[in-house]
């Protein structure tokens, strides 16, 4: 059974910076991907990001870019989310989902990635 954790959300404030990780357990890591998603207050979920474990290719939500960056760890079957300069619309639920299927360019589409961590609160307040 894929198991998927995610660890690493906080209280921060305004400017700060977190790292969160995303353990994945279950099954080989190799050719996976992984995105990871976020559900603010009453916000509807939304794509953060994306890489790929084979070649490390990541992209991220126009919004995000240049403030978070996604690596992985091979080694370590773990995947992380590095987030500088946040805001308070940062604040969410931050969820990390697993695919080993054909992704095509489906990056953000939730029903692309069948597995599912059980999420990690950020919150960012002053």
């Known amino acids: 059974e894929v198991q998927l954790v995610e660890s690493g959300g906080a209280l921060v404030q305004p400017g700060g910076s977190l790292t969160l990780s995303c353990v994945v357990s279950?099954?080989?890591?190799?050719?996976?991907?992984i995105a990871w998603f976020r559900q603010g207050p009453g916000k509807e979920r939304e794509g953060v990001s994306f890489?790929?474990?084979?070649?490390?290719?990541?992209i991220h939500q126009d919004s995000m870019k240049g403030r978070f960056t996604t690596s992985i760890d091979n080694t370590k079957n773990t995947v992380y989310l590095r987030m500088t300069r946040l805001q308070f619309e940062d604040t969410a639920v931050y969820y990390c989902?697993?695919?080993?299927?054909?992704?095509?360019?489906?990056?953000?589409?939730?029903?692309?990635?069948?597995?599912w961590g059980q999420g990690t609160q950020v919150t960012v307040s002053s």
């Open positions: 989902a697993a695919s080993w299927g054909f992704i095509g360019n489906r990056f953000f589409d939730a029903d692309t990635f069948p597995h």
């Open positions: 279950g099954r080989s890591f190799t050719d996976g991907y």
């Open positions: 890489i790929a474990e084979n070649n490390g290719f990541a």
